[in-house]
Nanobody, 111 residues
Framework: VQLVESGGGLVQSGGSLRLSCTAY????????VAWYRQAPGKEREFVSG???GKMETVKGRFTLTRDIAAKTVYLQISNLASEDTAVYYC??????????WGQGTQVIVSA
C-alpha cells in the first residue's frame, strides 16, 4: 500500500494550488481519505476529508474532490496565505487496522 502526494511547491500569497494524492494497493472508493497539514513547530492538523462523495472541510478555502478511476484525491487550495505554509499529508483509513499515510508534500507561500 502506498499513498503518493504531489503538487506542492512555492506559490505567491493569494494564489491557488492543487495537491494530489494517488493510492496504490487499496480501493480508494471504500476508504475515508483526508488531508492534514503540519506547519513548522506546530502539531499536525486536519484540513479536509471525503468518503462516499461527502466532503468535510475545516476552512472554506479548501475543496476536496476525488477521481475514483484515477485512484486520486485532490485538494484545491485557493487564496493562499502565509499561514498555509506547511507539509501536507494524505491519509486513508478503513478502520483502525488499515490506516495509511503518504510521505507529505511541502507547500511554501511567499508574501
Amino acid at each position: 500500500v502506498q499513498l503518493v502526494e504531489s503538487g506542492g511547491g512555492l506559490v505567491q500569497s493569494g494564489g491557488s494550488l492543487r495537491l494530489s494524492c494517488t493510492a496504490y494497493g487499496i480501493p480508494l472508493s471504500l476508504y475515508y481519505v483526508a488531508w492534514y497539514r503540519q506547519a513548522p513547530g506546530k502539531e499536525r492538523e486536519f484540513v479536509s476529508g471525503i468518503q462516499s462523495g461527502k466532503m468535510e472541510t475545516v476552512k472554506g478555502r479548501f475543496t476536496l474532490t476525488r477521481d475514483i478511476a484515477a485512484k486520486t484525491v485532490y485538494l484545491q487550495i485557493s487564496n493562499l496565505a502565509s499561514e498555509d505554509t506547511a507539509v501536507y499529508y494524505c491519509n486513508a483509513q478503513l478502520g483502525p487496522q488499515r490506516d495509511f499515510w503518504g510521505q507529505g508534500t511541502q507547500v511554501i507561500v511567499s508574501a
